[in-house]
């Protein structure tokens, strides 16, 4: 089975980012009229490594691994694969001129959708908006219509050039509507500048639901993604365990996940506290003197100061990679009065904090409850 030459590593991406931009410059630098042969030279043996390249993959990705594998070419992924290998060499075989056959390397570009995850996110935000995206194309059609039929009737005999005909006003009202308005027609009559002015503003409004639209649409998708992944971090953390779903619903919602590097200041001593954090994955390091503490995944830190009112009593710094979840300070007063439970559990660990006993663990929230029956 042949190896994709971009592997599927870290440096997958930057290596598919680099051939691309590669590509690209080698089909720009062959269209230079006055190129000098030993240019155009590089610039052909450029765009075969490319397509070599891509060939290479193409038949790293297609080839069947498994009977139940979806074949691979009939993907989106795959369709993009084979329009970045297949038409250059036919256009060849069939007599193209190289310097046009070559130009079809612009289609490498489409590789593009299938490394920024961004645009998958795209897709998904127009598949779930298309009812109301599809509203906002029935509006723009509407306006276009009726305002070139309008004009048609109002400045197709006094301006036959611009208005003579259905598909010359439709043009300006395209240009109108999508506020881009060449000048290349204007009406003269009064009727007529009045419903252009009225197209002009309604194109305003039509762009900004657009643009409302995807925005809301994009955060909304954003608001989905961490909801899913802070959902597998709270259910690992053991504070939380005993907690019923509609509540972990609720914390999931409230909580921000930080991926830290290490080394990182989390909290910092004399600073007024505005959230306190869970430990995911990883370590942190309390800074105390002469004995610094460190807590370790599960266990929180920085509820002090927001139990208190008073500032930060240690650094807490990140000792390796560490993702934390951060509750704020409003969210957790709000959580707290909802769960005495947990107010229960955080006050009681905070309590023999700074009693300056170090050698517990912080609890989850049934053990604290355990503890305060005995
Ligand atoms: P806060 O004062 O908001 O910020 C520093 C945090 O360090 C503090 O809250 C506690 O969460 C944590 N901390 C303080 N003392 C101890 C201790 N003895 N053991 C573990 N963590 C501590």
Redesign the pocket.
């Given at each position: 089975m042949p190896m994709s030459p971009f592997g599927h590593g870290r440096a997958s991406k930057p290596l598919q980012f680099l051939t691309l931009a590669v590509g690209l410059v080698a089909m720009t630098v062959m269209t230079i009229p006055d190129l000098s042969a030993s240019g155009h030279s590089v610039a052909l043996v450029a765009l075969w490594c490319c397509l070599a390249v891509y060939a290479v993959d193409l038949s790293s990705k297609a080839w069947p691994r498994s009977e139940s594998q979806p074949n691979y070419l009939s993907s989106v992924s795959g369709i993009i694969d084979l329009l970045a290998v297949l038409p250059i060499p036919i256009a060849l075989l069939l007599g193209v001129p190289p310097q046009t056959a070559w130009l079809l390397a612009g289609l490498w570009i489409l590789k593009l959708a299938t490394v920024v995850p961004g645009l998958g996110m795209l897709g998904r935000v127009i598949a779930l908006e298309k009812r109301a995206l599809g509203s906002v194309i029935v509006i723009f059609l509407t306006i276009l219509v009726l305002a070139s039929v309008a004009l048609h009737v109002l400045e197709g005999q006094a301006q036959p050039r611009q208005f003579g005909s259905l598909p010359l006003s439709l043009w300006w009202a395209v240009t109108t509507l999508s506020s881009t308005g060449y000048g290349d027609a204007v009406p003269q009559t009064f009727l007529g500048r009045l419903i252009a002015g009225m197209v002009m503003i309604s194109g305003l409004g039509v762009f900004g639901l657009w643009t409302g639209i995807l925005a809301t649409g994009f955060a909304a998708e954003h608001r989905r993604r961490d909801f899913i992944r802070n959902w597998d971090l709270v259910t690992q953390v053991p504070f939380f365990k005993n907690l019923d779903p509609p509540t972990v619903i609720e914390l999931t919602r409230m909580l921000r996940r930080l991926d830290l590097a290490p080394n990182t200041m989390v909290?910092r001593?004399g600073r007024k506290?505005d959230s306190?954090f869970f430990i995911a994955q990883g370590e942190v390091e309390?800074k105390?003197e002469p004995n610094p503490?460190k807590?370790a995944a599960g266990?929180?830190?920085?509820?002090?100061?927001?139990l208190?009112g008073?500032?930060?009593?240690?650094?807490?710094v990140t000792t390796q990679p560490t993702t934390l979840l951060a509750l704020e300070a409003a969210d957790f007063h709000t959580l707290t009065a909802h769960h005495p439970d947990l107010a229960r559990a955080v006050a009681a660990?905070?309590a023999?904090?700074?009693k300056?006993?170090?050698d517990k663990p912080?609890a989850p929230a049934k053990k604290t409850r355990e503890r305060k029956a005995q």
């Open positions: 909290v001593r506290g306190m309390v105390l503490v807590l266990a929180f830190f920085g509820e002090m100061a927001l208190t008073g500032p930060r009593m240690a650094n807490v660990e905070a023999l904090r700074s300056g006993s170090n912080a």
